[in-house]
């Protein structure tokens, strides 16, 4: 496939993912659990049929290490999705989950005993004073929003760093998988769509534990005003179509992203997700209307020039020009 259709597929998926999830949150704040178990459920029944051929292909990696990868990839998706019932505002969720850089630097110092340039520090910097910024005035937020008597507005503030410290640990989670991935594919070779598929369907029995929850919102789903579903003309509860959709998109942009990986450099593939989520978040501010102050721009300015800094995206750009220039002036010459 075309890497242009593949960052088409990105963009297109991560954002109307992000849009009918926020559809979802807000309605059913709690109803991460369905979510994430919807997308688990869809993504591995696909990769059964595709991947594992029905079950008669053998991993190539052992599944024992899928499983400790599964276990904390479960805990990551789980641990997200339910930071929003921990009044946690949409566009503060992808600001604090766009400093995976600092978490992956930080395990990979510790861990892999890496060093990084200059550069690569002042990048971390700008990210760790972004969300900084930006979490700071969200819980200003939080405070004021919350203040109609003070019992409930220690209790909703309470609720809400409980929200900050579920993303704080999810985001270690997330780099400490990375850390475990790279090390898997540097000794079995990289089989990025196996992973994909046994990191969706082995963590499915887990979703016994939130059975009850994920029951008591498919009858809340099921209660929604009805929607008719434009072309097809069916008709089904509208909050049943906001996750079908959620989920078809949320598929849409992992085949995306595992397209870039394969077609594309590293440095690509961290630009094209880094201006998604630049993206998104803009949609979510504009379309929603979620409060959005100089500070929070400022504080998302700064994360995602941190990002772009740490993947040296100005330095590849300006050898990119200089190769172009080289071109222009060889027709000249001859």
Not at 281 to 287: G, H, K, N
Request: hydrophobic share 50%; proline share 4%; net charge positive.
């Amino acid at each position: 496939m075309h890497p242009a259709l593949a960052v088409g597929l990105v963009f297109g998926g991560c954002c109307s993912n992000v849009v009918f999830l926020e559809l979802l949150a807000r309605e059913f704040p709690g109803c991460g659990n369905i979510v994430t178990f919807s997308q688990f459920l869809f993504i591995a029944m696909e990769g059964f049929i595709f991947e594992a051929n029905f079950g008669r292909k053998s991993p190539a990696i052992p599944i024992r290490y899928y499983l400790i990868m599964v276990a904390m990839f479960f805990t990551v998706s789980v641990v997200n999705n339910y930071a929003l019932n921990l009044n946690i505002s949409m566009p503060l969720h992808m600001i604090f989950r766009s400093g995976s850089l600092i978490a992956s630097m930080a395990l990979g110092i510790i861990i892999l005993k890496k060093r990084y340039s200059v550069s690569k520090y002042t990048s971390i910097a700008l990210v760790s004073l972004g969300i900084f910024t930006c979490t700071f005035m969200s819980a200003k937020q939080v405070a004021s929003d919350s203040s109609l008597n003070e019992e409930d507005g220690v209790q909703v503030f309470l609720w809400w760093l409980l929200g900050i410290a579920a993303l704080t640990f999810a985001l270690l989670m997330s780099a400490r998988m990375g850390i475990f991935q790279e090390t898997l594919y540097q000794r079995f070779g990289k089989h990025s769509k196996e992973a994909l598929f046994y990191n969706h369907a082995l963590p499915l029995p887990g979703f016994l534990l939130l059975a009850p929850n994920i029951y008591q919102h498919a009858v809340l789903f099921s209660q929604s005003e009805p929607f008719r579903v434009p072309v097809l003309g069916l008709t089904l509860p509208i909050m049943w179509f906001y996750l079908l959709m959620n989920v078809i998109t949320q598929y849409v942009c992992i085949r995306g992203v595992f397209i870039l990986t394969t077609e594309c450099p590293s440095l690509t593939v961290t630009l094209v997700v880094t201006l998604r989520k630049f993206v998104s978040l803009i949609f979510s501010i504009l379309y929603f209307r979620n409060p959005f102050t100089a500070w929070h721009w400022l504080g998302t300015a700064l994360v995602f020039l941190g990002t772009l800094l740490y993947a040296e995206v100005w330095h590849s750009l300006g050898s990119l020009l200089a190769r172009c220039r080289r071109r222009r002036r060889r027709p000249k010459e001859e």
